[in-house]
């Protein structure tokens, strides 16, 4: 381990030295920043401080290079430089800025390494640091993994810092002044005398100055816009129909495509007939592409029509035809040639399983789409030694070394402009729909065309979340959980999803085991094993990823088993919690909901937990058993992101991922029947629907010591709490989801 | 490639009032979803494309004031003047349910706001103080995927009030 102390030691050098202008987080050998991409094509005149902050004459712009799906992370991104520039959001443009290493996420390597999210040991802190330096050179401008604000909080602040500081600085030298004496304010300097000058006036000086490298982090109790409730910069917009996602593209000469893929995902095309298709109105060219056909028409209904009209030989899925199989290969995963990982094992499990387990069940959880109500869509221009891409993507650079492959134009002459999108849940970490998009537009040089997705080709080569099971045995005695034994058998998430992006994914895989054994309880004897199922249907990261399926297993097991001791599900839940904001979050909760209070006949009360992506999230579920089926009335949330930067969106976030959670758990699964995916549309996977909705009531904490995201933690804890509810309620433990299999649902 | 010869043959002229605009539309097939013709052929994108089967409302427009799917109406048959979101109210005016949304910052990803918007005021314009079982009723069928629904009751309710001056 030397090299790793050397490089550790280098790393805090560099490290507390390196990070000004919000990009230069350095490590090891990468030390000098990576360049800033704003600075080429620079209008005259106009300075980019950092590569956050763009001003001109005629404007301040701030850079949001995490894609905005509909989490606020364009608002949250631009609070955070504008918190510390000193503009308001009123006075500001933001852009998503150009791909480009400067805008790598330093907060991906935080949930690759296998450290538990709450070991803050030196070895742990450590290896996330060496983790960064791989992330940094591989450029991975990736939105995903809850990680945009532990990101981008202080790289963000002090990119705003330093501008501003550079911004004093020019204005000192322009006006004969100490910086000392100057303020800002609302997007000027303002000078001892009360003069204001305008940023945008004192740009062009700005730019001729080295970015000021003094410069500190105002402390939370000064802030003016972060920690308040804000005024997201879309609200209007996106309340008044105004706001163009990728799918409204429009450009002079555009053309419209659809596409149809094999059914079975992934099968080959074999052939196709496309004479009657050829001789719709509208349609210009019938395209040929990888494992399909695209339609280029002059209107998209026309091109969706045509492309159903195209006579196709489909080869078969390179997967189990039908759902037996899926199931057969994981249940056949459960062997030591399997075993992934073991990260998690105290006690001895075996020797207190052999004098007589008191439980031996298993769990499943099935795949399920991403189904953003936008379907994927891409619009591609293919001109003379350029492409322009105009697409929603949480991976601009993929996108941009794809197309570059495939079109044989540099990457550099690859512009992607990266738009709104309406909605993701991780479905926008895959570009096929940009490679197609280029596909076509490559047979129509010159002219834009857009490509967009019908909800059943979308639904259907959604490449799902994964298909898992879990087995659970366990001990109980003198009334207290005792022996704790979880496996989990699912195909490697990872290896899927960065398999089709030509990377490897070497070493464990740490979704596999995600949300439990990384869970923060102290239990005699505490096994969670990892097996590595074959891969099966592809796969690929949705909301919240391992700990979608694997919180609900944990949590659940741990339920039955305290069930089977005779303990009350919190406070045993209480009492072998060993980490203290996990069990502010579950105390939170008890309080919230009257825990132990009277409910009435036919109703139940359940509480669920999962700690995921650093942040504990404690859910209580109240449902009632009606003649219509069970209806869910009521959930407490309580959640410790270690600082809300928003309280409005953080609401928001946590009430959607509860929606999110509980919906899918209800009614949504994608099954295989000769390959082909069995839900093609909203009827067959409907989620929640409004009146099905409960009262949700939520709680944010702030005592954990590191900021966290909260796109993805609401999201586990849900299914557990629901079926712990359900268990309450009627006595009758669910353990494959979707519970609508079992139960109806008022 | 093109053929315009059969455009000249199968083309027929649709008629349409939008946002209060008269729309003559030379070369339309009356079978196309209204939802087309007003985003690929009037270039208007606020009413979405979500799922083509009235499974999740995000194409809600108003014929006459009422809410419609417009997906499901061919242009052919549309028997009323059409508002779309851009007709309902704009940034600088916006109207009292989308006044609402603003204030209740209901929106996550957006993309099915327009249609829960239109729905909304088609709901209070028929029941001008619904209750919260007649908000389930006459929102159920719009979809959210970011689960906005709470956000959605407060803000239907708080239009409510607007609009009866409260």
Redesign the interface.
């Known amino acids: 381990m030397a090299g790793l102390k050397t490089i550790a030691r280098r790393t805090f050098l560099i490290g507390s030295a390196a990070i000004v202008g919000g990009v230069a987080f350095g490590v090891y050998k990468y030390k000098t920043p990576p360049a800033n991409p704003l600075l080429d094509d620079l209008p005259e005149g106009a300075a980019a401080l950092t590569p956050y902050v763009l001003i001109t004459q005629q404007s301040i712009t701030l850079i949001t290079p995490r894609a905005d799906k509909g989490q606020g992370a364009i608002s949250v991104q631009a609070a955070l430089i504008a918190e510390e520039l000193d503009v308001e959001l009123d006075q500001i443009k933001t852009d998503p800025g150009p791909p480009s290493p400067a805008y790598y996420n330093t907060a991906l390597s935080g949930d690759a390494v296998p450290f538990r999210s709450t070991d803050d040991s030196v070895l742990a802190e450590t290896t996330r640091a060496v983790m960064d330096a791989p992330i940094k050179f591989l450029g991975l401008q990736i939105t995903g993994g809850s990680t945009t604000v532990p990101d981008g909080y202080d790289k963000l602040r002090m990119a705003g810092a330093v501008a501003r500081e550079t911004l004093k600085e020019a204005a000192a030298q322009i006006h004969g002044l100490d910086v000392a004496a100057l303020i800002t304010e609302r997007g000027a300097v303002i000078l001892p005398d009360g003069t204001r000058v305008p940023y945008q006036a004192l740009a062009s000086t700005a730019a001729t100055l080295e970015p000021a490298t003094e410069v500190t982090l105002r402390a939370p109790e000064q802030w003016r816009l972060l920690g308040k409730p804000m005024q997201r910069v879309d609200i209007v917009s996106k309340s008044t129909g105004t706001q163009d996602y990728g799918i409204d593209q429009d450009h002079p000469g555009i053309l419209h495509a659809a596409i149809r893929l094999n059914p079975a995902q992934g099968g080959e095309m074999r052939g196709f007939d496309a004479s009657e298709a050829e001789k719709m109105r509208g349609v210009v060219k019938v395209v040929p592409l990888p494992g399909g056909i695209g339609v280029i028409a002059d209107n998209t209904w026309r091109a969706f029509q045509a492309a159903l009209a195209v006579e196709v030989d489909w080869g078969p899925a390179p997967y189990p035809a039908e759902m037996d199989g899926h199931w057969t290969a994981l249940g056949e995963s459960f062997t030591p040639a399997h075993q992934d990982s073991q990260f998690r094992d105290a006690g001895d499990v075996d020797a207190a399983l052999s004098q007589g387990g008191d439980l031996a069940v298993e769990y499943r959880a099935p795949y399920l789409a991403h189904a953003p109500l936008e379907p994927v869509n891409a619009t591609v221009l293919v001109g003379e030694g350029r492409v322009d891409v105009w697409t929603g993507t949480q991976i601009p650079r993929f996108v941009q070394k794809n197309v570059a492959l495939l079109t044989g134009i540099d990457a550099e002459n690859v512009h992607i402009h990266a738009l709104m999108i309406g909605g993701s849940f991780g479905h926008r970490l895959e570009d096929d729909v940009v490679r197609h998009a280029t596909t076509l537009a490559m047979a129509m040089p010159g002219t834009p065309i857009k490509l967009t997705y019908s909800r059943g080709e979308d639904m259907t080569h959604d490449y799902p979340r994964q298909i898992a099971m879990a087995r659970g045995q366990g001990r109980v005695s003198n009334g207290q959980v005792e022996t704790f034994d979880l496996g989990i058998a699912m195909p490697s998430v990872m290896a899927s999803q960065m398999g089709r992006q030509g990377l490897p994914a070497a070493g464990p895989d740490l979704q596999i085991v995600a949300g439990a054994w990384d869970q923060p309880f102290d239990i005699a004897n505490y096994r969670v094993t990892g097996y590595r199922a074959p891969e099966l249907a592809p796969i690929s990261s949705w909301r919240s990823v391992g700990a979608s399926s694997n919180g609900f297993f944990h949590d659940c097991l741990l339920d039955e088993l305290i069930h089977a001791a005779g303990a009350d599900p919190l406070a045993e839940r209480l009492r072998l919690c060993n980490h203290a904001p996990s069990r502010a979050v579950l105390e939170a909760v008890g309080e919230m909901s009257n825990w132990g209070g009277a409910l009435a006949a036919r109703q139940g009360r359940g509480v669920g937990f999962c700690l995921s992506f650093g942040v504990p999230c404690a859910q209580v579920v109240e449902v009632s058993e009606t003649d219509a089926g069970i209806k869910i009335d009521r959930v407490f949330v309580a959640a410790d992101v270690g600082r809300i930067l928003d309280p409005v969106n953080f609401e928001g976030l946590v009430k959607g991922g509860v929606i999110f959670g509980l919906g899918h758990a209800m009614n949504c699964e994608i099954t295989y029947a000769s390959g082909a995916a069995e839900q093609e549309n909203f009827d067959s996977f409907p989620g929640m629907r409004l009146y099905q909705c409960p009262e949700i009531k939520v709680h944010g904490l702030e005592s954990a010591n590191k900021i966290r995201g909260i796109g993805e933690p609401p999201v586990p804890p849900a299914a557990a709490a629901l079926g712990n509810a359900i268990f309450a309620a009627t006595g009758t433990r669910l353990r494959e989801m979707p519970f609508s299999k079992f139960v109806d649902f008022a | 490639?093109?053929?315009p010869e059969?455009?000249a043959k199968?083309?027929r002229r649709v008629k349409l009032t939008v946002n209060g605009t008269g729309h003559d539309i030379k070369d339309v097939?009356p079978e196309?979803?209204l939802?087309?013709v007003l985003?690929?052929?009037l270039?208007l994108?606020?009413?979405?494309?979500?799922?083509?089967?009235a499974?999740?409302g995000?194409c809600t427009v108003h014929i006459d004031g009422v809410a419609v799917r417009s997906c499901q109406v061919a242009a052919g048959d549309v028997w009323g003047a059409v508002t779309?979101?851009?007709g309902?109210?704009?940034?600088e005016a916006?109207h009292p349910v989308?006044a609402a949304?603003?204030e209740h910052?209901?929106?996550?990803?957006?993309?099915?706001?327009?249609g829960q918007?239109m729905q909304a005021a088609s709901l209070l314009a028929e029941t001008p103080a619904p209750s919260d079982a007649d908000?389930?009723?006459g929102?159920?069928?719009?979809?959210?995927?970011?689960?906005?629904?709470?956000?959605?009751?407060e803000a239907v309710k708080t239009a409510a009030a607007k609009l009866s001056g409260g």
């Not at chain 2, 910052?105 to 327009?114: D, F, K, R, T």
Request: aromatic share 8%.
């Open positions: 490639m093109f053929r059969e455009t199968r083309g097939e196309m979803p939802l087309w985003r690929d052929e270039g994108t606020g009413p979405k494309y979500g799922c083509g089967i499974q999740c995000a779309t979101i851009e309902l109210g704009t940034p916006p989308q949304w603003i910052q209901v929106a996550q990803c957006g993309y099915c706001q327009s918007i908000i389930d009723d929102m159920s069928g719009n979809l959210c995927r970011c689960g906005t629904y709470p956000r959605i009751r």
